[in-house]
């Protein structure tokens, strides 16, 4: 392999690969503004000047191509006194508009004018005024006098989105960004211009200031969006999760996440119809009771029907611990011989980029984990049929909307004796519901789901409930950072009392004579492991940050 010299240090590099991919390679940091990794090369901003021994003046770091013997210095004198220069005139016509500029906080100008400038300027003419507060499409809003023309935006909506929707024009320091005429930028992705803009040009309306990055904490976790599993932070303030945004997984999603997923994926975690506490009907409507009355009537009302009148539906929105218990719960306690979960799939939401036509997070790990039905069981078509004969008197339900998928049922779900369900929202199913458990929404449990390409993520809880603070009092920092989240966000904000559905089951159990001993999802994963052949030598450790591989997407039988 080639090697070249950084600043004294010799590093290795493979042929094609520039001075600041060579750089960036061995944590040598080089400032620049308009290079991305994963855009094509502009060389526009001039910040990554660095300089290159045997060469007559100062050479861009993002389009030099790195060279056998190669000697470069990012520290030199010259080069600092270069880079303080390209600094300043980026500046000229910048306001110094800070304190009310959504990017503070996490505005890379803001940094390199301090790591890199001299920190005043001798510019002392009016600067150039340009447009703010332009709406460019449904999620974005532009601020011209913000923009330092790195063309990121462009590049991004031709190369990766495949849509050109806006370029430059005008010439100087009047150049600005526009759309295209008649067009808009509402590709599916333009968001994420809004993560790539090293200033506050560009900003997501449907967050704009609703927050400082400092306000808030961040959890890693993964979209459920869809069943590609973009890999995200969840920002919390006050216990209310406020943004979305994409975190890199070469393997699964890159640098990128849909508008879709950012915006539509999270909200119902802080709607007003979550299911606060267990609900059991009394004269007709849904009164909340504590969770021992709840476990006892709804296990008294299971007593009282026969296993084979019992159909049990799963569910792609819940994780791989949920699923797994739910399983186990039907096939050990009843018969399981009808259980099944409800496929969705929306040929027009998937693309070539990112969208996946699975619009469900875990349809995979539901199928892994055994919430299938045998070769003489009933699948969710035979389930839906035998509650419309008469066949199944019960129905129990998690985290899912079976009226809202099959709204001719809702003349027929009337019929059924009893009817349990799951749900983190009250829909439409509930409103049948005789008992109903509060269950716990992705953002607020730890637990794994299987993408579509068989990849094993974990979900972190980035908002408390009623459980996890309780649980997390006098808990050591130690554990904490085990736990996967931040200490000071379980300080505030409304928290709802609901359980992750595994957890509920276990406690139904009980009431039922069994006993399941889970204290954590990770003893749900370790026995999932054990007794499914795709997760067999895996554990949260191995699964980490970025995810890992199961070993083969055949449905597996489940010991029970």
């Not at 084979?308 to 819940?318: E, L, M, Q, R, V």
């Not at 899912?400 to 099959?406: E, H, R, S, W």
Request: a negative charge.
């Amino acid at each position: 392999m080639s090697k070249l010299v950084i600043d004294g240090q010799e590093v290795e590099f493979q042929h094609g690969q520039t001075i600041i991919e060579v750089a960036r390679n061995y944590g040598i940091d080089i400032p620049h503004f308009c290079w991305h990794p994963e855009l094509s090369v502009s060389g526009n901003c001039r910040v990554c000047l660095v300089e290159v021994e045997k060469m007559p003046k100062l050479v861009i770091s993002c389009a030099t191509l790195a060279s056998e013997g190669m000697v470069v210095n990012t520290q030199s004198e010259k080069t600092i006194a270069a880079r303080n220069a390209v600094m300043e005139f980026i500046l000229i016509n910048h306001p110094l508009d800070c304190p009310i500029c959504d990017e503070a906080g996490e505005c890379k100008l803001q940094d390199y004018t301090n790591q890199h400038s001299l920190g005043e300027s001798r510019f002392v003419e009016e600067k150039q005024h340009k447009e703010k507060r332009v709406p460019l499409g449904p999620y974005i809003m532009f601020d011209a006098e913000r923009c330092i023309m790195c063309s990121r935006c462009i590049r991004f909506c031709d190369e990766v989105a495949k849509d050109p929707e806006i370029t430059f024009i005008k010439r100087g320091d009047r150049v600005t960004i526009v759309t295209y005429p008649g067009k808009e930028m509402d590709n599916p992705y333009a968001l994420n211009t809004t993560d790539i803009c090293p200033v506050g040009a560009l900003t997501n309306r449907d967050f704009r200031f609703n927050a400082r990055v400092w306000e808030m904490s961040s959890t890693n976790s993964i979209c459920v969006g869809c069943s590609r599993g973009c890999n995200t932070e969840v920002w919390v303030r006050n216990n209310e999760i406020l943004r979305l945004t994409p975190r890199f997984n070469e393997a699964v999603n890159g640098y990128w996440m849909c508008d879709h997923g950012r915006i539509n994926t999270w909200k119902f975690v802080n709607a007003e119809d979550r299911v606060n506490g267990p609900q059991i009907r009394r004269d007709g409507s849904l009164v909340k009771v504590g969770w021992d009355e709840a476990y006892s009537a709804a296990a008294s009302a299971l007593k009282s029907i026969g296993k084979d009148d019992i159909a049990f539906i799963g569910s792609p929105f819940a994780t791989n611990e949920d699923n797994y218990v739910f399983s186990k719960f039907a096939k050990s306690l009843f018969s399981g011989k009808h259980i099944d979960f409800i496929r969705y799939t929306d040929p027009q939401f998937g693309d070539d980029i990112l969208k996946n036509s699975d619009v469900t997070p875990n349809s995979l790990g539901a199928e892994l984990v055994g919430v299938i039905p045998s070769k003489t069981s009933k699948n969710i078509d035979g389930i839906i049929e035998g509650i419309a004969s008469g066949k199944i008197k019960a129905l129990y339900i998690i985290e899912d909307d079976l009226v809202a998928a099959y709204p001719e049922l809702e003349s027929v779900l009337p019929k059924l004796d009893l009817l349990i369900v799951h749900a983190t929202n009250f829909n439409k199913t509930t409103n049948f519901a005789d008992v109903v458990f509060p269950a716990a929404a992705f953002a607020e449990k730890n637990g794994t789901m299987v993408n579509f390409d068989g990849v094993v993520q974990r979900l972190r809880p980035a908002v408390a409930t009623v459980e996890l603070d309780r649980a997390m009092d006098g808990m050591s920092m130690s554990r904490l950072d085990k736990f996967g989240t931040k200490f000071d966000k379980w300080a505030q904000g409304n928290k709802r009392d609901a359980l992750p559905t595994w957890k509920i089951l276990t406690g139904l159990a009980a009431a039922l004579g069994a006993k399941y001993k889970y204290q954590m999802s990770e003893d749900v994963f370790a026995e999932l492991a054990s007794a499914v052949d795709a997760f067999k030598g895996i554990d949260y450790d191995d699964i980490g940050e970025t995810g890992t591989k199961i070993k083969n997407k055949i449905a597996a039988t489940v010991k029970v």
